[in-house]
Structure formats: C-alpha cells, structure tokens
C-alpha cells in the first residue's frame, strides 16, 4: 500500500482528499497536517511514500516547506496540489521536484489520474528487473494524456462528484446564499463551471434557486439549501 499524508489547512477540503484517496486501490492515508510545523513533523515521523501538499498554509508557504525537504537524505515524494497559479511557484515546485502540480479546484479525475501514475512509477522504478526505454518513456510522458479507461470513469453529465462536494461544502448553513460569482470566488471555479454545478444541485434537489431583484441592473440568480418544511 502506498501510505499518503495530506498537508492541507482547509478541514473540508481535507475531508474530501483523505476519503477521496481512501477509495482508491493501493492506497491509504497515514496522517493530515493543517500547518506547517504539522507537516514536518509528521513527515518525520510517518516517512510517507506521496505527500499532497497545499501551498497556502496558516503558518507559512508549501513551497518553503518543499525547499527544506529537498535538503533531507531521503525527499519526499509530492504532488503540490493549490491555488497558486502563478508562473513562478509553479516554476520553483516542478525545479524542486514534484512529482505533479494539481491546481485548485481539484479535478479528482486528475487527481486519479495522477495517483494511477505514481503507483505506476513507484511499481516499476521499486522492482529489481531493468527498465526499457519505452517503459521509461510511457513514464515520463504519462501526464499528457489520462489513460483511456480513466475517461470511461467521467460521468457523462460532466459534474465530477468530488467537485461538486467542494460546491456544497459552501453552504454550510441553511440560510447561506451564493450567486455564481460569489461561488467561483470562495471556490477558484470559474464562473460559467460554477453556475453549472449550481444548477445541477437545483436539479437534484439539493439546492433552490430564486432570483434577487436589486435596485440598477439585472436581476441576480441565488442559491441556498432547500428550507426546512414548516411543521403541521
């Protein structure tokens, strides 16, 4: 099994990486750390084949954080998972080493994918036999193109499950109310992706929409969880 510890500050969106991994064959998570003291140490302790790490911590930045592990005897393997989409951080992570750079929102399809790939590596690059050139080449070009039985797993709605329990982790209370800009803001989603999870929550029933009229402009479309039905 491959033991994953997960750096990441946001409890929900931790929740749904560790059950996310959790489901999948030869893997399973050994720890999650919220900061980055947490994650040094637990790094230490755990010794752990893949970590996921968040650049944005409470506490200090990913990227440092993978600087100080490259100086280590035995660096960790990571997948550098954020919001972060600026040339330089993703610049610095792939010199630093990474094994792949996932941005935020997660794509679990991708994040699939890229698991696939490092049980693939991890398979083939830990075993004693000697490695073809074409072995190496499928390898190291992997990350191109997501193998085809992986597109078989998208749904054919196009919502990816994980995605959308990001989009409902939002409304954590009964009276809270998103627009899809206001979503695609707290989320990263852009706003054309966000209004079409919105509205396949509506369709399923999980969310209700209504229009909020202002004073100047067009009317805004929001979304809230459905009201609880008065008591007879």
Same mark, same amino acid.
Request: proline content about 7%; overall charge negative; glycine content about 6%.
């Given at each position: 099994m491959i033991s994953v510890l997960i750096v990441e500050d946001d409890v929900t969106?931790?929740?749904?990486? $560790?059950? @996310?991994?959790? %489901?999948?064959?030869?893997?399973?998570v050994v720890g999650v750390a919220s900061t980055v003291k947490q994650a040094w140490v637990m790094q230490e302790a755990l010794s752990p084949d893949l970590i996921l790490l968040d650049h944005f911590l409470p506490d200090g930045k990913g990227i440092n954080l993978l600087r100080q592990w490259r100086t280590l005897a035995r660096m &960790? +393997?990571?997948?550098?998972? *954020?919001?972060? +989409?600026? !040339?330089?951080?993703?610049?610095?992570?792939? %010199?630093? !080493?990474? @094994?792949?750079?996932?941005?935020k929102p997660i794509n679990y399809q991708r994040l699939r994918h890229s698991l696939e790939r490092f049980h693939a590596y991890q398979h083939s690059l830990t075993g004693e036999q000697p490695i073809q050139q074409d072995q190496l080449d499928q390898l190291l070009t992997a990350g191109s193109q997501p193998p085809a039985r992986l597109a +078989? #797993?998208? &749904? %054919? +709605?196009?919502?990816?499950?994980?995605?959308?329990?990001?989009?409902?982790?939002? @409304? #954590?209370?009964?009276?809270?109310?998103? *627009?899809? $800009?206001?979503l695609a803001e707290q989320t990263g989603l852009s706003k054309t992706t966000a209004r079409r999870y919105l509205d396949y929550a509506v369709r399923q029933g999980r969310l209700e929409a209504h229009?909020?009229? !202002? $004073?100047?402009? #067009? =009317?805004?479309?929001?979304?809230? #969880? &459905?009201?609880? *039905? =008065? %008591?007879s």
């Open positions: 969106i931790a929740d749904l990486h $560790s059950h @996310f991994i959790g %489901s999948l064959d030869h893997y399973r &960790p +393997n990571v997948v550098f998972v *954020s919001a972060a +989409n600026d !040339g330089k951080v993703i610049r610095d992570a792939l %010199s630093l !080493g990474v @094994f792949d750079y996932l941005i +078989n #797993r998208v &749904p %054919s +709605n196009g919502v990816d499950p994980y995605t959308l329990d990001q989009v409902m982790a939002c @409304f #954590r209370y009964a009276t809270e109310e998103h *627009s899809a $800009s206001t229009l909020q009229h !202002g $004073s100047v402009g #067009r =009317p805004i479309r929001t979304y809230h #969880r &459905p009201y609880p *039905s =008065p %008591s």
